[in-house]
């Protein structure tokens, strides 16, 4: 399953969809007289903070609600580069709305309804991510983010420009282990979790009948063992489970709640973790024959067993 591969038809269309209260370009007999031009500056957290980059983004979807979170249309615009200016633009009439931004629908993500239209309430919008049929996720994710402007007051005959900030809602795990013995075996790491789907809001709508693995199997390049994932958004309250197993004996070498596990590792040292400004997190275990198995997550370094043990 190709999960980067976009569909040619959903990109480069700059278009906002036709409701009561907007207005197509493409249909100027259905505008109304009183439209507003509206800006809409799209930026990604990073930017702000001029961090690294923060996930490829191949297109962007701003869903427009009215101050009653009614459905009022939606603009769809192409691939987001780095450092240069990504702009919306629309034509709606006077009013106060609320923007909801998503990234890379289409392939991955899309939303639950496929009739979603006018005036249907914002909370009917549920981004979800198709998975392969046996939950076994073997390849990267796209990337997803989110951004979300509220009380936006559109004025007419104004330069009305408002900004919308997209944050990642996946999540790059980059896992090492050391020793262990090079040899020939093969080993994986998974990481079980909660089929998640994402409200309008950003709030997380779990559904525990859906469970899916990202999984990745690998072995020994020289004396290196590890992989990387991209799953979907970690954060506080949440059980995603971590394991880590010898794939070719079977054997089962260590497990943990993957969200426990972080925030344990940096309470050891005195931290506490931001699952909302940290997307990507090291892990690496470190085997350490009869001591046991020491974790270390971004450099902090943890004894399930003892404790602290600096960093």
């Known amino acids: 399953m190709n999960l980067r591969k976009l569909h040619p038809a959903l990109l480069l269309i700059p ?77 709606i009439e006077p009013g106060t709305y609320h923007f909801v ?52 007051e559109v004025i007419e005959a104004a330069d009305n420009e408002f900004t919308v900030i997209l944050r990642p809602n996946t999540y790059k795990l980059n896992f090492t282990v050391e020793g262990i013995a090079p040899g020939d075996d093969q080993y994986t790491f998974t990481v079980r979790d909660n089929f998640l789907q994402f409200a309008f809001d950003n709030s997380v709508v779990e559904l525990t009948e859906n469970t899916v693995e990202y999984i990745r199997t690998t072995e020994f390049h020289d004396a290196d063992l590890g992989a990387s994932m991209t799953v979907l958004k970690i954060m506080d309250g949440r059980t ?12 089962y070498l260590y497990g943990d709640d993957l969200v426990e ?9 005195g931290h506490q973790v931001d699952f909302d400004s940290e997307y990507e997190f090291d892990i690496k275990l470190s085997f350490r024959g009869m001591l046991g198995v020491t974790v270390s997550v971004n450099g902090w370094k943890y004894n399930p067993n003892e404790g602290n043990i600096g960093r």
């Open 15 to 91: 278009a906002l969809m036709l409701a009561t209260t907007s207005c197509l370009k493409e249909n100027v007999d259905d505008c109304l007289d009183n439209v507003s031009k509206v800006r809409i500056i799209v930026r990604t957290i990073a930017e702000e903070i001029r961090a690294e980059t923060v996930g490829r983004i191949d297109n962007v979807i701003i869903y427009i609600f009215d101050e009653q979170e009614r459905y009022v249309g939606s603009w769809q615009g192409d691939a987001y580069t780095y450092g240069q200016r990504y702009v919306a633009e629309l034509d």
């Open 261 to 269: 596990l972080i925030k344990n590792a940096y309470a050891a040292n």
């Open 101 to 152: 931004a998503w990234t890379n629908q289409g392939t991955v993500y899309d939303k639950t309804i496929p009739t979603y239209g006018k005036d249907d309430p914002a909370e009917s919008l549920v981004v979800s991510m198709r998975y392969p049929h046996d939950g076994k996720i073997t390849a990267d994710i796209d990337d997803l983010h989110h951004g979300m402007l509220t009380g936006a």
């Open 240 to 251: 995603p489970h971590f394991n880590f197993s010898n794939t070719s004996t079977g054997e």
